[in-house]
């Protein structure tokens, strides 16, 4: 009995100190962060800005067509602000990936984007994402950076 | 000493097992992946096809504007020709992290790409970009996920 004990503790340590991890040993949570961003779209779509910024990292950056790079939790909220304000933005994230370390995630996905053209005609938009996640130190995931663009040819919509 | 070798097991082992691991004690190597990311860009800005593709795992996946999303290696391999033939791509990563379990990271930066319109004149797109990196079995980083957009207003350049 004792020298399986030894050999269970050295597979442990081995298994444990060796990289790649065995994957499928104990399953990451990705059905979890695609909760998670679903959770986020809901509050987004609903033009909820105080519970769509609570899944924004204090840190996080976004990469908005045409504009550049939006960083800190202060010009992140103008910018949710102004995109609630002209667009009603709804997404489907339909891939996900964690680090074996669960503190860095991704979810990526479609979107849908209607608004009004200058003449106040309705216009849709439909393009892709990338989305980066940090775990926070209290478990929950926050997004740290997020990036999208159209699919649709220049000169549309 | 027998009690001290089974001490250091237990640490040992509590150490690998528990999360976070502590961070500072073995910085995560971010400079190392910013210097992949430095690697990619020559190869891609020098229009060799093999050496760029070298650096996209065989998942990776491209949101490029205007265009649907592009994943795998045979398509992302035709975008990337593409995209060598059409333009002059440059770009410049300024940041970067990296899971604890170094199986997963990300750099962002901007990009300057120059092309010729319909004319022939030459035009300058200003923008930015998001990639995610995944390390492989054998050590090496790949790009997984690359999202980029223009800095630029829709009208332009």
């Known amino acids: 009995m004792g020298s399986h004990v030894r050999l269970g503790t050295a597979l ?23 909760a998670v961003d679903a959770d986020w779209e809901q509050a987004y779509a609903a033009k909820n800005l105080n519970n ?12 908005f067509p045409n504009a550049p790079i939006i960083s800190g939790k202060a010009a992140v909220s103008k910018a949710i602000a102004d995109d609630m304000a002209s667009n009603d933005l709804t997404w489907h994230a339909n ?55 159209s699919d649709l040819p220049v000169s549309s919509p």
């Open 12 to 34: 442990l340590i081995t298994l444990l100190a060796s990289a790649p991890v065995v994957e499928g040993a104990d399953p990451l949570p990705t059905a979890s962060l695609l």
């Open 52 to 63: 769509a910024l609570a899944f924004c990292d204090d840190e996080a950056s976004m990469l």
């Open 95 to 149: 891939r996900a990936g964690i680090a074996r370390s669960r503190d860095l995630g991704y979810t990526s996905g479609v979107y849908v984007m209607k608004f009004k053209d200058a003449s106040g005609k309705v216009k849709v938009d439909n393009g892709k994402f990338l989305t980066l996640w940090k775990r926070q130190a209290d478990g929950t995931w926050k997004m740290l950076y997020e990036a999208a663009n």
